[in-house]
C-alpha cells in the first residue's frame, strides 16, 4: 500500500507538471518521463505507451481544473453583504463535482502508467521514492533548525 501511495505520489507530481514538461522538451531539457525512464528504465515503447496515457487523460484534466477555477472565482464574487446562499451552495456542490472528477481522472492515469511497468520497475520506483521522501524530510528538519536558531538570536 505505501508503494502505492508514494508512486501515486510521484505521479501526481508528474501530472501536475506536464505544461512544465512541454515547455522543458521544448528547450531541450529532458522531461518527466525521460527522467523517469533514466530512474526505472523504460524502454522506449514503454515511454511511447507512457506519453501516450498523459496526453489522453491531460486534456480532460486541463478542461476539469479551468472549470474548477472559474467555480471558485464565482464563489469569490458571491463574497458580498447581499451574498446568495443558494448561489454559494450550488457553486460549492459543482466544484466537489469537478474536483471529484479530476481526482477520479487523476487516479485512472496513474492506475493506467502503473500497468505500462514491470514488477522490477516499480520496485526500483518504489525505492527511488522512500529515498527522495527521505532527503525531503531532511532537508524540512535542517529549514526546522535553522529557523530555530535564527529566533534565539
Known amino acids: 500500500m505505501k508503494l502505492v501511495k508514494l508512486f501515486g505520489t510521484a505521479l501526481v507530481a508528474l501530472s501536475l507538471s506536464v505544461p512544465a514538461m512541454a515547455q522543458q522538451a521544448a528547450g531541450g531539457q529532458p522531461d518527466q518521463v525521460d527522467q523517469l525512464a533514466q530512474m526505472v528504465g523504460l524502454s522506449e515503447d514503454q515511454q511511447t505507451e507512457i506519453r501516450a496515457i498523459i496526453d489522453e487523460m491531460q486534456g480532460e484534466i486541463g478542461e476539469l481544473r479551468q472549470e474548477a477555477r472559474a467555480l ?4 469569490q464574487g458571491e463574497i458580498k453583504s447581499d451574498f446568495d446562499e443558494d ?4 457553486r460549492a456542490e459543482e466544484l ?5 472528477e479530476i481526482a ?3 487516479t485512472l ?3 493506467k502508467v502503473d500497468k505500462v511497468f514491470t514488477q522490477e520497475q516499480r520496485d526500483e520506483l518504489d525505492k527511488r521514492m522512500k529515498q527522495m ?3 525531503m524530510q531532511q532537508r524540512q528538519m535542517m529549514q526546522q533548525q535553522q529557523g530555530q ?3 534565539m538570536q
Open 72 to 75: 471558485q472565482q464565482q464563489m
Open 87 to 90: 448561489a454559494i451552495r450550488e
Open 96 to 100: 466537489g463535482d469537478v474536483t471529484g
Open 104 to 106: 477520479a481522472l487523476s
Open 109 to 111: 492515469m496513474q492506475a
Open 133 to 135: 521522501q527521505q532527503q
Open 149 to 151: 536558531g535564527q529566533g
